[in-house]
């Protein structure tokens, strides 16, 4: 296929753009390169005869226009959005230009290409969105694709409206669509503002590993390279305008997430002492989702996906890879917000 990428320079898109392009579809990747973007993310594959990058912002009607009349995507995959909790709590304004306005700008751009190819049955909207948009779960049960929204924050809540349009532009103009609604990604490229980079970065530098409340907010951790071969997946074969929750089968605690991430560092990077030493709760983030948990039977029944590795594997893997590409988490040590604690203006 030919395949439309926004996002391609951030941490999931780039990670979709690597294994399409391994694959033989022909990608296009459209990145505006706002703060959390970086070209050394795709990097291995921008000589590749089937890649070409377009610098262009969601938010720009007329750029996207442009780019459907000079590449005529088979297919978009649509992934483009800002995505830190904390930075939707401090200035949501960025959030709903980008996720919805950006959204609506997208669907607009590939419907108006769609009508004017003859509305072909082989072109997809891929739509690439959150659990967070479920809001939270107690101790037990799952989201499933049928959960009631319920979103906690700006950066969900845009992300709710986001799916919406998209479903709502299926059902009104006939878009051709597929949904997915992913867990908290993890693995290479991942900017330096998350959670499993800030742990890993900051013990390396014996810097405090900030924990927020008491630690016990419970996530489902998703391989981002596990997450990009099931996006390809729901693309080429998923049900038209249906949606697929995506999940790593991985449930941890945030603490116990850390714990994991410092016994590995105490093997791959001993220090003078265990880097459990240096775990500091800190303040709460308002608002924060108690439990995530997917419930992935959808995908893994009719489309017979799985997560192919442990959060164990997984993060032993991307341990690793930081210690091999200081380089690359060098280079963006100075970009806006890293190493500062947001989120707490509320």
């Not at 997915?180 to 590993?209: D, Q, R």
Request: proline share 5%.
């Amino acid at each position: 296929m030919k395949i439309l990428v926004t996002g391609g320079a951030g941490f999931i898109g780039s990670a979709v753009v690597r294994l399409a392009v391994a694959r033989g579809h022909e990608v296009i990747n459209l990145d505006a390169l706002t703060y959390a973007a970086c070209l050394d993310n795709v990097a291995e594959v921008a000589q590749a005869p089937n890649y070409t990058f377009v610098k262009a912002d969601i938010r720009d009607r007329a750029a996207l226009d442009k780019v459907f009349a000079d590449h005529a995507p088979d297919a978009v995959m649509h992934l483009a959005a800002e995505s830190h909790v904390d930075r939707s709590i401090d200035g949501p304004g960025d959030f709903i230009e980008t996720n919805i306005t950006g959204t609506y700008n997208m669907l607009e751009a590939a419907r108006s290409f769609w009508m004017a190819q003859g509305k072909p049955d082989s072109f997809r909207f891929h739509h690439i969105s959150t659990d967070e948009v479920f809001g939270s779960l107690g101790a037990e049960g799952q989201f499933t694709e049928t959960t009631p929204y319920d979103p906690r924050s700006p950066y969900s809540a845009s992300k709710a409206a986001s799916d919406h349009l998209v479903r709502a532009w299926a059902e009104t103009y006939g878009l051709p669509v597929v949904l997915t609604n992913c867990s908290n990604n993890y693995g290479p490229y991942h900017f330096p503002e998350k959670l499993v980079p800030v742990v890993i970065l900051n013990a390396l530098a014996g810097k405090p590993l900030p924990i927020y409340g008491a630690g016990d907010n419970v996530r489902d951790w998703l391989y981002v390279e596990d997450h990009a071969d099931a996006l390809l997946l729901v693309l080429a074969k998923g049900e038209l305008n249906r949606s697929y929750n995506i999940g790593g089968e991985n449930e941890r605690t945030n603490l116990e997430l850390v714990r994991t991430l410092c016994e590995i560092l105490d093997r791959l990077r001993p220090a003078d002492k265990p880097y459990a030493d240096l775990i500091e709760f800190v303040t709460d983030r308002p608002g924060h989702d108690a439990r995530y948990a997917i419930d992935p039977e959808r995908i893994r029944t009719e489309l017979g996906w799985r997560p192919s590795v442990t959060v164990e594997e997984g993060l032993e893997k991307t341990v690793q890879w930081y210690l091999d590409n200081e380089d690359w988490w060098r280079a963006l040590q100075n970009r806006d917000g890293v190493g500062d604690r947001l989120g707490v203006k509320a």
